[in-house]
C-alpha cells in the first residue's frame, strides 16, 4: 500500500502532462487500453485463470461504470483545474467520504481511533495546501471535477472491496480496465483519438507508461487487492500518504526539497493512518 501511494503521489504530474496530448476521454481510452494489455501480461505470466465467477457479474459492470466515470473526472479535473490543489483535495476528501460511506451503510457509530485518525487527517492535509495562503485554489470552478471523482473513488471502494468473495481481486480488475476500455470508447471520437496518437512522442509514451502499467495496473490493483482483505474504510486510509510520497519523489527524482509545512502535515498524514488502522482497545 505504501508504494502504491508513493506511485500516485507521482500520478499527478504524469498525468497532468498526459492531458496536454487530447480530451479527457480519449486520454482515458488509452490509459484503459495499456493497463488492460499490461495486466493481461502480467496474468498470462503468473498463469492466472482469466475466468470469473458469475456471482460476481454485477458488482463487475458496476464498479467498471464507476471506475470510468472516475478516470474522466479526474482528467477533466487536470484539464480544467490545479494539479496540485486538485490532488490534496482529492487526498483528504477520499479516505473521509469512503469511511463516512461505510459507516452509513453498516449503521455502524464511529470509533474514537476513527473519529481522531480522520481529524488529523483532515489537519494534515490542510497544512500540506497551505489553506492560509490558498483557499480560493482549491476551491477554484475546476476542481469540482476532484469532488466529484472523490465521491465516485468512495463508491468504487465499495464495491471492488466485494471481488474477493467472487474470486482473484486481479482477474476482476483485469476485466474491469477491459469494461472500461469499452464504455470510454462509446464515448470518444475516431477523430480525436487519432489525433493524440498524431501528437505523440516519447514524453507521452513514457508518462502513459508510468499512469497505465505501473501506477494503474499495478499500484491501483494492489489497492483493490488490499481494500479487499482491509475494507473500504481502512484501505482508503492510505490515501492520506499521497501529497508527502508526492513530495518526498519531487525531492528525490527532481532535487525539490520539502518546505516545513510539507514535512509537518506529511508527518500528520502518517499519523492519522497509523491511528485508522490500529486496532481499537
Same mark, same amino acid.
Given at each position: ?56 457479474? !454485477? ?68 497544512? #500540506? ?99 479487499? !482483505?482491509?475494507?473500504?474504510? !481502512? ?32 508527518? #500528520? ?13
Amino acid at each position: 500500500m505504501v508504494a502504491s501511494m508513493f506511485c500516485w503521489g507521482l500520478s499527478w504530474a504524469s498525468a497532468k502532462v498526459l492531458g496536454s496530448y487530447g480530451s479527457a476521454l480519449s486520454i482515458s481510452l488509452y490509459r484503459y487500453s495499456t493497463t488492460f494489455i499490461s495486466l493481461l501480461i502480467m496474468l498470462l505470466v503468473m498463469r492466472k485463470n482469466l475466468s470469473i465467477k458469475q456471482s460476481g457479474l !454485477k458488482d463487475l459492470l458496476i464498479a467498471s461504470s464507476i471506475l470510468a466515470l472516475y478516470f474522466y473526472l479526474f482528467f477533466k479535473g487536470l484539464e480544467e483545474g490545479l494539479a496540485g490543489a486538485g490532488g490534496v483535495l482529492v487526498t483528504i476528501l477520499n479516505p473521509i467520504i469512503s469511511y463516512l460511506l461505510m459507516l452509513a451503510i453498516s449503521w455502524k457509530k464511529p470509533s474514537r481511533n476513527e473519529v481522531l485518525g480522520l481529524s488529523i487527517g483532515i489537519i494534515a492535509g490542510l497544512i #500540506l495546501v497551505k489553506v492560509w495562503d490558498q483557499s480560493n485554489n482549491i476551491l477554484s470552478a475546476g476542481n469540482i471535477y476532484f469532488l466529484l471523482a472523490s465521491i465516485s473513488w468512495a463508491v468504487l471502494s465499495v464495491f471492488t472491496s466485494k471481488f474477493s468473495k467472487h474470486g482473484s481481486p486481479l482477474v476482476y480488475s483485469f476485466w474491469m480496465y477491459g469494461i472500461c476500455c469499452c464504455i470510454t470508447l462509446l464515448f470518444t471520437s475516431s477523430i480525436e483519438n487519432a489525433s493524440v496518437l498524431e501528437k505523440a512522442d516519447a514524453l507521452f509514451w513514457g508518462n502513459l507508461f508510468f499512469s497505465a502499467t505501473i501506477t494503474t495496473a499495478m499500484a491501483t490493483t494492489f489497492y483493490f487487492v488490499a481494500t479487499s !482483505k482491509l475494507g473500504a474504510s !481502512k484501505a482508503s486510509s492510505f490515501i492520506f500518504l499521497v501529497p508527502f510520497t508526492a513530495s518526498m519523489g519531487s525531492w528525490f527524482f527532481l532535487g525539490e526539497v520539502p518546505q516545513t509545512h510539507t514535512i509537518v502535515g506529511g508527518i #500528520l498524514g502518517i499519523v492519522a493512518v497509523y491511528i485508522l488502522n490500529r486496532k481499537q482497545h
